[in-house]
């Protein structure tokens, strides 16, 4: 009986053993994995922060967009930084409450028909679309026919931030159990009333992190904007006519620049755009951490 009982041990400690060896084994793939993709995103880093911290100044991001032979510490990059809060707001406005109810659609009216189908089959398709094919779809279809303005970018980059809200959003209801809507059902609640104060107020967290992160990669798009706003050196209050600037777009222009002055300002434009982008990713947590917790 000792030696069987000693067998099962030796049996029952095998298994763990193993479990314990694998889980070693992944973590440290899982490690390795990160330190090989922070390793390029660190380098890029460094580089912006090295070449544009120097211009960075409050005078360099109010100041009005100079001629690209003058220094780099001469004038600023405001009016691209008024252009893409202008333009990407209007996207925002447009693309988000849309992508909200698209997914409150799939997710809570569609079920399993055509239309919802559809639906979630174009978010799926959309959402690897290039971005410079946005651009030559809005470009063909409003600006032909009406001329670059902000508006025409703002259609550009809602329609790149229509379906990353859809399928974040979709997700996040899902999470919300079950049990909630059958409770509410249950006290004689109406499907829509379910949906906007019991499943919407569950899942807002998720909803609004998604919105802001759709944001962040709307706000540094290139492409899209290259034909839809042209690239101007001005302020141009005006979102629905005219042309417009941006960072992205000042960016490329100055990149693309042989004077060293307009380099310069290319890489503190490119540091500016990469702060606004951590500011928003930064306040979706916050706000994801936020409503988790006064869910809980």
Known sequence: MAVTAGQQDVGLQEPAGWRRTKNRIATALMVLSFVLVIIPLGFVLYTVIAKGISVISWSFLTGSIPPQVLPANVGGIGPAIVGTIEITALAAVMAVPL?????????????????????????????????????????????????????AGAFALGCLMLPVV???????????????????YALGATKARVTLTVVLPAALGGIVSGALLAVARAAGETAPLLFTILTVTTVNRNVFSGAHTSLPSQIFSNASSPYVGAQGRGWGAALTLIVIAFILMVAARLVTARFTKYLR
């Open 99 to 151: 992508g909200v109810l698209g997914a409150v659609y799939l997710n809570e009216y569609g079920g399993k028909n055509p239309l919802a189908r559809l639906i979630g089959f174009m978010a799926d398709v959309m959402t690897g679309v290039p971005s410079i094919v946005m651009g030559l779809f809005i470009f063909s279809i409003w600006v032909l026919h009406f001329g670059f303005s902000g508006l």
């Open 166 to 184: 859809i399928r974040s959003s979709d997700e996040m209801l899902k999470l919300v159990p079950d049990p909630l809507r059958e409770a509410s």
